[in-house]
């Protein structure tokens, strides 16, 4: 018996008055990494109230509160935390006697995050190709979404966010760089000319996100390179910018990654407008334990590693 495990069972032997359930243990295990009953309920295939009633039945076995409310969402208490690790520990061995013979631990289940729409589609989307094909069992949900992380992260797994972010009760991973750039059309630029300095945008339209809904500050740092472009087409969505810019409605300050893709867009003032950014993923440390998010994490990590030069628009050759 693991130490975890063994003082759980400790626990539930001086309370003495309800005898301690490995299916309630797992019910915690949802709860502990979704930080809500209702999402765990959805997952377990129970109701709200069944979840609440088994999660007294544990807190009685064991003699003490395992979830704490905090904000809006449940939290572990030292005791919960310890049942966790317990809990843990009968999810791998379940997993391990259901896997075929020879085949070790089958890893299975829904991983669901949120990232910005480029790297959702680009980095994220690949990633869970991956995983998926490595773990037919894992299922990877993608709220694209640019925003800044949440402190409540109930019904996500991971959160991918856009500069570093201030956390309570999570883990933050810097994954990697990536730069934006000025772009333009090659018909735009052929009609308009192509600007030599800084100065010169003044006389071109600017495509972004739209001011008033940007809620990432990197993200609305990063166009006081030209304060004196006006706007021209503006969208929460990246994918628009580039079609904007490609449509020659203006200039498009855009993901390299994205725009290097289209051999109709020129980047220009390479030099003075080189702005680069940072990804981050954060997610709860119980949320990163679970096998199906670390095989997640992992590919996410090594998707970032391999594409670097491409986030940084670095061309080869």
């Not at 797992?26 to 309920?41: F, N, P």
């Not at 088994?54 to 449940?74: D, F, K, P, T, Y």
């Not at 069992?137 to 966010?161: F, K």
Request: net charge neutral; with cysteine.
């Amino acid at each position: 018996m693991t130490k975890p495990a063994a003082a759980v069972c400790k626990n539930a032997d001086m309370a003495g008055t309800q005898r301690l359930s490995a299916d309630d243990l797992l019910i915690l295990l949802a709860v502990g990494r979704s930080g809500r009953y209702i999402t765990a309920a959805d997952e377990l295939g129970l109701n709200h109230t069944t979840v609440a009633r088994r999660i007294s039945a544990l807190e009685q076995a064991l003699g003490g509160r395992v979830l704490a409310r905090v904000g809006g969402s449940w939290e572990l208490t030292d005791l919960g935390r310890q049942a966790l690790a317990a809990a843990e520990a009968v999810e791998t061995a379940v997993h391990t006697l259901s896997a075929p013979d020879g085949a070790g631990t089958r890893l299975e289940g829904v991983v669901r995050m949120s990232a910005t729409d480029g790297f959702s589609a680009y980095i994220a989307a690949p990633a869970a190709a991956a995983v998926q094909r490595r773990h037919p069992g894992i299922a990877v949900e993608i709220v694209a979404a640019t925003r800044r992380v949440t402190q409540q992260r109930s019904g996500l797994d991971i959160e991918v966010v856009v500069g570093q972010p201030q956390v309570h009760r999570a883990e933050a991973i810097r994954l990697g760089d990536y730069r934006l750039g000025l772009y333009g059309a090659t018909d735009y630029l052929a009609e308009r000319g192509v600007p030599a300095t800084v100065a010169d945008l003044a006389e071109h339209r600017l495509i972004y996100f739209i001011d008033s809904m940007l809620q990432v500050d990197d993200l609305d740092l990063a166009r006081t390179f030209a304060p004196l472009m006006r706007e021209s087409v503006s969208s929460t969505n990246v994918f628009v910018h580039v079609e904007a810019t490609r449509a020659a409605a203006g200039l498009g300050l855009l993901p390299c990654f994205m725009a290097d893709r289209h051999d109709d867009l020129q980047r220009v003032l390479t030099a003075s407008v080189a702005i680069q950014l940072s990804y981050w993923l954060v997610a709860r440390a119980e949320t990163l334990r679970r096998p199906e998010v670390g095989a997640f994490v992992d590919a996410i990590r090594d998707r970032v590693r391999r594409q670097q030069d491409v986030l940084l628009g670095i061309r080869s050759g």
